[in-house]
């Protein structure tokens, strides 16, 4: 998989200082800063401490199955183009290398739901679809039920069971409709109903 961050940080450099950092125990593969300046910082072969505690689909250790990349964002603004163009060069490497579908990339708010909120609701994740280096959906038939949604959301991929219905209704949000608010509708019923039908999660080979 490859996982998507936002640094929270002031600058990239104060970001690539605390990710270099041995004491702090935080790393990634990548930092992209707001003018599209790549940092490789761990090898891709390597594992990074950049998921934490989490869950997509069976993967549990998700720190030892994806690629991670920070963007150098503090979460408040939006990604500028710069950042954005180098975000999508990379990803599209990345994901020939290794051979990652679009839909195994994620954001970190993703397997980490309630405990993650990055990389945000200013994040442009319709771009990266429209780049296929990510999915969107279109939606499906309006449905607020809520046993429907968590069988949805829990096909694909979100730990609904880690973590319930509230947090996940959140992480889904932030990355599908930014916009959104109060409890469950129709609306939401609908797009995670799509996401599950077409891109259901594949369970890992061992």
């Known amino acids: 998989m490859i996982v998507l961050h936002y640094t929270a940080m002031e600058s990239a450099e104060a970001a690539l200082e605390r990710l270099c950092d041995p004491e702090v125990e935080v790393s990634a593969h990548y930092l992209v800063c707001e003018k599209g300046r790549i940092w490789r910082m761990v090898d891709e072969e390597m594992r990074a401490w950049h998921a934490g505690a989490g869950r997509w689909g069976d993967v549990a250790d998700v720190n030892s199955r994806s690629i991670g990349i920070e963007l150098a964002n503090r979460g408040d603004h939006p990604f500028p183009e710069p950042q954005m163009a180098a975000l999508e060069a990379l990803t599209r490497g990345i994901m020939a290398r290794w051979s990652i579908p679009p839909e195994r990339v994620i954001a970190h708010s993703d397997m980490a739901p309630g405990r993650k909120g990055d990389p945000g609701r200013r994040f442009d994740w319709r771009r990266l679809a429209w780049a296929g280096l990510s999915v969107w959906p279109q939606a499906g038939e309006p449905d607020a039920d809520t046993a429907a949604f968590e069988a949805d959301a829990a096909a694909f991929g979100y730990p609904v069971a880690d973590v319930g219905t509230d947090a996940v209704l959140e992480a889904f949000r932030m990355r599908f409709r930014p916009w959104a608010e109060g409890p469950l509708c129709e609306a939401d019923g ?17």
């Open 190 to 206: 609908a797009v995670m109903a799509a996401l599950a039908a077409r891109w259901p999660a594949v369970p890992e080979v061992s």
